[in-house]
């Protein structure tokens, strides 16, 4: 279900990890440094939030957007025989953590080579405001050990994990 009201620009929802096979840095246009998350298709990877709303009484949504940087808000990527994302939130027993299971079932190299990005949020059951937060970009492979398909790539271990330091949410 989409959100009906205006998203909020506060620091209700933060993502304080996101976990990964491996993670590179790239930019677009000279624009400045991000961290790509790279993950295989449908095996589930973690990301942690924070939220200052109940998650037990106002649930996490969740949808896969394209990744790009003249929409900010980004396209969302349609349902063709699947879904193209299946989370599962794992909420703590406070209501203001959760580990969020999420598998991607669409390759980047189907979408012309795209990137993505998981748009979360949730509603405040008390004040009907939504709240959202974005993911770092993300590129799916289609095996873990496959590496990257770029002459500047290197062979990565999948027992590498590594987090986003310093998480805010985009706007």
């Not at 959100?3 to 990964?20: A, D, F, G, M, R």
Request: charged content about 20%; glycine content about 2%; overall charge neutral.
């Amino acid at each position: 279900m989409q959100p009906s009201s205006t998203p909020s620009k506060s620091n209700v929802l933060v993502i304080e990890k996101q976990e990964s096979l491996a993670t590179e840095k790239f930019s677009r246009n000279g624009s400045v440094s991000k961290d790509l998350h790279i993950v295989a298709k449908a095996i589930a990877f973690v990301i942690h939030i924070t939220s200052t709303v109940d998650l037990h009484t106002s649930p996490l949504n969740a949808k896969l957007l394209y990744d790009r940087d003249s929409d900010t808000k980004g396209k969302p990527v349609e349902m063709l025989n699947s879904a193209p994302l299946e989370f599962t939130a794992h909420v703590n027993d406070l209501g203001d953590k959760a580990a969020v299971e999420t598998r991607v079932s669409v390759l980047s190299s189907q979408h012309e080579g795209a990137y993505f990005r998981v748009k979360f949020w949730v509603t405040d059951d008390t004040t009907q405001t939504t709240h959202e937060v974005f993911s770092h970009p993300i590129k799916v492979i289609s095996k873990r050990n496959q590496p990257p398909n770029h002459p500047r790539h290197h062979q990565f271990s999948i027992e590498t994990n590594h987090t986003c330091t310093n998480p805010q949410p985009f706007q």
